[in-house]
């Protein structure tokens, strides 16, 4: 027997999916540039080898591949890869451990690099010995089945034939029924039989040439769309059945004949007397001597029966064994009556016999082909029930027993309506009319493949091919249906599995492609809700924003059946020991079984009154703080998988990537335009220190300057004055030289700089000033006091332009390893966001100036005001280069 090949559609299998389809399945890979070949455990499993005495080489396997098969395989294989296919399967044979041979049926997925070249091939191997041993067996009683079938195609030309009937007909492979009929006088009837078949017609033809007679059950071949493409013929040899038909009309006819004239083939036993009569002849014999005929075995039932007739008198009828002079055995139909006297005692025995070995014979053949038939159920891994015209089953092999979890829970009608089950596809429940078996029964509907999701009989749920015909008689009526189940649970939820995670890492991609193409944050957020609730195919799905300073969330993204259909702006709060509090500082998912009878925190509004159950929300981080909430919830209860709760939360990291990369572009933008509007002020605070300086030059030191010349041009000058001129010059220059750098800050150090500075300009204000001034154990560096100083002073100049303050707090401290400057005023306030965008546009630089020197200097600032409630502003410094 050689291999057989067979090339299936391309299909794109992943390395995953093909090594992980059933466990008892033997996976290898291959490297098709070195020829290296592994193998998993179950190699030693399923044929008995060791990993360790396994050659990783394909010349290990090759060794072991039957002589005859391996061309083949090889051929095949090297087919598929020259072709491009993906995939290939054959089956051969292969050597187990203990020598013996194994059918496998093997399939690999051909891995290709980006030029299409093959270089990897990865498959499974099983042993499927049974199931050629069950299609020999199968082939075996088809073979031996007392029948001869045949399929035509449309053509009437013979394309299979099968069966132990009619063996002198053999090998019409090919030819066409005309041809096969050519010399049959019922040919012009075989041919008119097939062409009603070909227009969808059944037909039973009883045909004799002679020397054969055959009940010839002709029927149409459909192909899965109901079109009729050839003629199905079943011939049941009835010679013997027409033949003893005719013999026995014949002997009926002679019977008659005979009792009319008196030649009979009869028997007569004379009670009183004890002789037998034989055929209605004149000789006679002792009962005991004709009893010797009779088998042993049957003999104490045969006299028991004579007994009973003798004393309850009727007729009977019963069938024995009768012994032949050459030792073989006939079986013999008796019948007979008892006849009495006149005065009503027994007087004999008569009756007439019947040979019937042909029939008995024949019998026993048909129970022992019932009995083959039921081997063959009982072998296949499918379930089979035949059912009679009332819907009652009569047939069920172990199979279907297992599949359905017993036996029927109910009969006929009581069974469709008691049995639940759905469509697969939509989810409906099948009503009992629905039912295949129900259709075939009452419409003579063929049903095949029909995929069903059923609760067993002992409440298990699983998924179902169901296939059902109707079974005609003679005259074409229904007399009941067949049906096939198989179960394909396993293999369903395995391609369901992989369907659904294509689908989860779809959207996932196609969500990173909407961020990478830079659109608006919403685009993305109402794309990402929408992915969530297709996918998961789940009521409720949204985005929530935090809004920190206002103790809120925003609803920034709606999918699913939320009602109303587009609900206005929605806010939650986030006070602590709420459920959106809860989720936004999780560090995983929070999963929520039932949200009413939640403990850990308070139920969120707005899902209670959407009707919500079940659900979970995943945070969406961000740099310095969540950004929101990413939810999927159900409106029915619904258990979670990890699968499900991680693809969500891969759809939250996208968007927290997305997120952070608009935020550092919009913060570079803003850094860029704060960059020009500084450098512009930075010209602009050069030019106007500089006309400062020129105006008190040329104001204060110009009129000291010319009175000093005037004084001096006089004959009688005054020293004093003069002096006193001069010293006011100077005392000016200090003020100024003052303002534009105090020397105490280089000389005294910060503090006592910041407590003059403060306090002059304080007292100049009209302010009250407190200070909190507690100097570092070591000076800081340069650049962190001068930054410190500048701050003070752009802050007390803010307080003194804007803030209609009555008091000014100055703090300088040390935390750890950071110098810490507090300037606090109780003034009227401000709006800090609205502060920051005004910068952003050059309207105010204030604030912007001071972020910039800090930063330079390595530090942070951080400004905190509300209208009404006055302003503080810390800056923070490292103490790294303290001295």
Request: a negative charge; one cysteine or more.
């Amino acid at each position: 027997m050689s291999a057989r090949v067979q090339t299936l559609p391309p299909t794109p299998l992943a390395r995953e999916q093909l090594l992980a389809r059933v466990t008892f399945e033997a996976t290898w890979e291959r490297d098709l540039d070195s020829e290296a070949m592994s193998w998993d455990d179950r190699l030693q499993t399923l044929f008995g080898y060791d990993r360790r005495e396994v050659i990783g080489h394909i010349s290990w396997w090759r060794e072991r591949v039957y002589p005859d098969d391996l061309p083949g395989v090889e051929e095949r294989v090297d087919q598929a890869i020259r072709s491009g296919e993906s995939v290939w399967w054959n089956e051969y044979r292969f050597r187990r451990k203990n020598g013996s041979w194994a059918w496998v049926c093997a399939r690999g997925a051909i891995e290709r690099d980006g030029e299409g070249r093959a270089v990897r091939m990865v498959g499974a191997m099983i042993d499927v010995s049974p199931l050629k041993e069950a299609e020999a067996r199968m082939r075996l009683f088809t073979n031996q089945l007392p029948a001869r079938a045949s399929v035509t195609d449309r053509d009437l030309r013979v394309v299979w034939e099968a069966g132990a009937g009619f063996p002198g007909t053999s090998g019409v492979r090919g030819k066409t029924v005309e041809e096969v009929f050519a010399d049959s006088p019922d040919r012009e009837r075989v041919l008119e039989g097939c062409r009603k078949a070909l227009l969808g017609e059944s037909s039973r033809l009883l045909i004799d040439n002679g020397h054969d007679a055959a009940q010839l059950q002709l029927g149409p071949v459909r192909d899965l769309d109901g079109n009729v493409i050839g003629v199905m013929g079943v011939g049941f040899d009835v010679t013997e059945l027409v033949r003893t038909e005719g013999a026995l009309r014949e002997a009926q006819r002679i019977i008659i004949a005979a009792q009319r004239v008196g030649q009979v083939r009869t028997w007569e036993e004379d009670l009183k007397t004890g002789l037998v009569r034989l055929d209605s002849t004149a000789s006679q014999l002792p009962n005991q001597e004709a009893w010797k005929a009779i088998h042993p075995d049957d003999m104490a039932r045969m006299l028991e029966l004579r007994r009973r007739t003798i004393e309850e008198g009727g007729p009977f009828e019963t069938e024995y064994r009768a012994l032949q002079p050459d030792g073989s055995t006939r079986n013999v139909l008796v019948r007979g009556e008892l006849v009495r006297d006149a005065a009503g005692r027994p007087e004999r025995i008569i009756g007439v016999s019947l040979d019937v070995t042909d029939r008995v014979r024949a019998e026993e053949e048909v129970r022992g082909s019932q009995r083959l038939l039921q081997r063959v159920l009982d072998t296949l891994p499918v379930g089979v029930v035949v059912l009679d015209r009332a819907g009652d089953v009569v047939l069920r092999n172990p199979a279907g027993r297992r599949i359905w979890g017993g036996d029927p829970i109910a009969s006929g009608a009581e069974r469709w309506a008691k049995t639940k089950a759905w469509w697969h596809e939509s989810g409906k429940p099948i009503a009992a009319a629905e039912w295949a078996s129900r259709r075939s029964l009452a419409k003579g509907e063929t049903s095949l493949d029909e995929v069903i999701d059923i609760e067993t009989y002992d409440k298990k749920r699983k998924i179902m091919q169901n296939s059902s015909a109707p079974i005609l008689d003679g005259q074409g009526q229904i007399v009941g249906a067949v049906i096939v189940n198989q179960d394909v649970t396993e293999s369903r939820h395995a391609a369901e599995e992989v369907a659904r995670r294509a689908r989860q890492q779809a959207a996932v991609a196609q969500l990173s492609l909407s961020a990478l193409r830079g659109d608006e944050l919403q685009p993305l957020f109402d794309e990402a809700a929408a992915s969530v609730a297709s996918t998961l195919q789940i009521d409720r799905a949204m985005v929530l924003e935090a809004l920190p300073d206002q103790g809120e969330m925003l609803f920034r993204a709606l999918a699913g059946s939320w009602k109303p259909e587009n609900p206005p702006r929605i806010t939650v709060r986030t006070e602590p020991g709420f459920m959106n509090w809860f989720s936004l500082r999780a560090k995983a998912p929070v999963v929520v079984e039932e949200l009413a009878s939640e403990t850990r925190f308070v139920p969120c509004e707005v899902l209670m009154a959407q009707g919500v159950v079940s659900g979970f929300n995943v945070p969406i981080p961000g740099k310095e703080r969540p950004f929101g909430i990413l939810g999927a919830h159900s409106t029915s209860r619904r258990v979670f998988t990890e699968d499900e709760i991680g693809f969500v939360w891969s759809m939250a990291n996208v968007l927290a990537t997305s997120i952070e990369q608009r935020r550092v572009a919009d913060e570079l933008g803003e850094k860029r335009e704060q960059l020009h509007a500084l450098s512009g002020r930075l010209i602009e605070a050069q030019e106007a220190e500089r006309r400062a300086v020129a105006r008190e030059l040329h104001d204060d030191f110009g009129q000291v300057l010319t009175a000093l010349k005037l004084n001096l041009q006089r004959s009688g000058r005054d020293e004093a004055e003069s002096i006193a001129l001069v010293d006011g010059a100077i005392a000016r220059m200090r003020d100024l030289a003052h303002d534009l750098r105090p020397p105490m800050l280089d000389e005294l150090g910060l503090p006592a700089a910041l407590r003059w500075y403060v306090g002059r300009e304080a007292r100049r204000a009209g302010l009250e000033s407190h200070f909190a001034l507690a100097p570092p154990e070591l000076r800081p560096p340069p650049g962190v006091e001068t930054t410190s100083f500048r701050v003070a002073q752009e802050a007390i100049t803010n307080v003194i332009r804007h803030a209609q303050a009555r008091r000014v707090d100055v703090e300088l401290r040390v935390a750890g390893d950071v110098l810490e400057l507090l300037v606090r005023d109780d003034g009227r306030g401000f709006d800090v966001r609205m502060a920051r965008r005004r910068a952003a546009r050059g309207e105010s630089q204030g604030l912007v100036g001071m972020q910039e020197r800090v930063a330079l200097a390595g530090g942070e600032l951080q400004i905190d005001s509300a209208p009404g409630h006055g302003t503080s502003v810390l800056a923070r410094f490292p103490l790294g280069g303290a001295r």
